[in-house]
C-alpha cells in the first residue's frame, strides 16, 4: 500500500508540471545551492524568549490552525516564515508593552520539515521510497536504499527533479553507468524536495 501511494505521489507531482515548467538542463546542477531558510510548519515546537521577562518566555506548538497564542499579543499566525521573520513580528508588536524588547525564536521540534524536504525514487526500482533528507546523500545512496533498479530499468535514462528558484528543473541520471561501470559523474548530491524517476525500457 505504501508503495502504491509512493508512486501515485511522485506520478501526481510530475504530471502537474507542464512541459514547459519543467526544464530539463543539459549540465550538472549546481555544487553549491543554497538550502533556502526554514519555514515554520504546523505541529513545530517553537521556544521564545523575550529577553529579561521571563513571564513572556515559553515553548508552544504551531496549531493545526498554523497560529500561536502569546502573552500580551494573544494569536499570531506562525506558519509560512522563518524564526528570523517571526521574531521580527513579535518584537515590534511587543514594543507596544515593553521598551525595546528583543524576541529570539527557536524551532526546537521543526516536525513539518520531515515531509517537505523528503527524497524521493520511483519507477523502475525494487521498492519505490520516500526518506528524510539527510546532508550528503547521493543519487546512489537513494537507489540503494530502493533496493536497486528491475531488470526491465532503463537507468541511463533517469531524471532527477529539483525545485528551484527558476522552477522545476530536470537533470538526466546515468544510473547504469554509476552502478555497473563507477562512472559517478552524475552521481550528484540530492537536495530536500528531490525526485528520481526511473523510466522502464521499451524493449
Do not use: H
Amino acid at each position: 500500500m505504501n508503495k502504491f501511494f509512493i508512486i501515485l505521489f511522485s506520478t501526481l507531482l510530475i504530471a502537474s508540471c507542464s512541459s514547459s515548467d519543467i526544464t530539463l538542463e543539459n549540465s550538472a546542477p549546481e555544487e553549491n545551492t543554497t538550502m533556502a531558510e526554514y519555514e515554520i510548519g504546523i505541529g513545530d515546537q517553537l521556544y521564545i524568549n523575550v529577553w529579561q521577562n521571563p513571564d513572556l518566555s515559553l515553548s508552544m506548538l504551531v496549531r493545526p490552525d498554523g497560529k500561536i497564542s502569546v502573552p500580551l499579543l494573544g494569536d499570531v499566525t506562525a506558519i509560512g516564515i522563518s524564526a528570523a521573520e517571526l521574531s521580527a513580528q513579535l518584537s515590534e508588536r511587543l514594543s507596544q508593552f515593553i521598551r525595546s524588547p528583543k524576541v529570539t525564536i527557536i524551532v526546537t521540534s521543526p516536525v513539518s520539515a520531515e515531509f517537505f524536504t523528503r527524497v524521493r525514487i520511483t519507477g523502475a526500482v525494487q521498492a519505490p521510497q520516500s526518506i528524510p533528507y539527510r546532508q550528503g546523500m547521493t543519487i546512489l545512496d537513494l537507489v540503494l536504499q530502493a533496493g536497486s533498479l528491475t531488470p526491465f530499468a532503463n537507468g541511463d535514462d533517469a531524471i532527477l527533479y529539483r525545485k528551484t528558484s527558476e522552477g522545476t528543473k530536470g537533470y538526466q541520471i546515468k544510473l547504469n553507468r554509476i552502478i555497473k561501470k563507477g562512472d559517478i559523474s552524475t552521481n550528484y548530491e540530492l537536495r530536500p524536495s528531490d525526485i528520481l524517476i526511473v523510466p522502464e525500457s521499451v524493449f
